[in-house]
């Protein structure tokens, strides 16, 4: 679980980045759009991957 951590991290971290080079977002509020694009972001990919886990799971 480790790796999907960091890597919802990273996907956060690039999307407010963009958000930011585009001018859709000012760094001074950068620390309460992160919270809610990381928390969106880790919501979809573990909701996902339970998901997948339990289409496997009923495939045996």
Same mark, same amino acid.
């Given at each position: !679980?480790?790796?999907?951590? +960091?890597?919802?991290?990273?996907? &956060? $971290? +690039?999307i407010? /980045?963009?958000f930011? +080079? !585009?001018?859709?977002?000012?760094?001074?509020? !950068?620390?309460?759009?992160?919270?809610? /694009?990381?928390? =969106? /972001?880790? +919501? =979809? /990919? $573990? $909701?996902?991957?339970?998901?997948?886990? &339990?289409?496997?799971?009923? $495939?045996?």
């Amino acid at each position: !679980m480790k790796s999907i951590d +960091e890597q919802i991290l990273r996907s &956060a $971290k +690039e999307i407010i /980045v963009k958000f930011i +080079e !585009m001018g859709r977002l000012s760094p001074s509020n !950068m620390h309460e759009a992160f919270r809610d /694009v990381y928390a =969106t /972001v880790d +919501e =979809t /990919v $573990k $909701k996902h991957v339970q998901k997948d886990l &339990a289409g496997h799971d009923t $495939k045996k």
